[in-house]
């Protein structure tokens, strides 16, 4: 099941990016997330919450998402740009 299942289920890669107005989710591929292929969602700009733990859960966007720890100062930064 290991190679097979991964290529079934192969997980999504989102980059996040947050503007003044808006939070856009943009599809990637683990190979180029710095290449988007399009937009995933868009969601009105609110704040994420707090980031905790190694992989964070977010779930205040349209699609839940899992963050790592190395980002968890960009959730923050974002958060508070809209104080």
């Known amino acids: ?4 299942g991964f290529l079934i289920a192969q997980p999504k890669f989102r980059s996040v ?3 003044d107005r808006r939070i856009l989710a943009l599809n990637t591929s683990m190979w180029s997330v710095t290449t988007p292929k399009g937009v995933a969602f868009e969601a009105p700009r609110h704040s994420l919450g707090e ?8 779930t205040a966007l349209p699609e839940q998402l899992f963050i790592h720890k190395r980002f968890h ?3 923050v930064a974002a958060n508070q740009s809209m104080l």
């Open 17 to 19: 990016v947050v503007t």
């Open 51 to 58: 980031p905790s733990g190694l992989w964070w859960k977010c």
């Open 1 to 4: 099941f290991g190679l097979l």
């Open 73 to 75: 100062k960009d959730v």
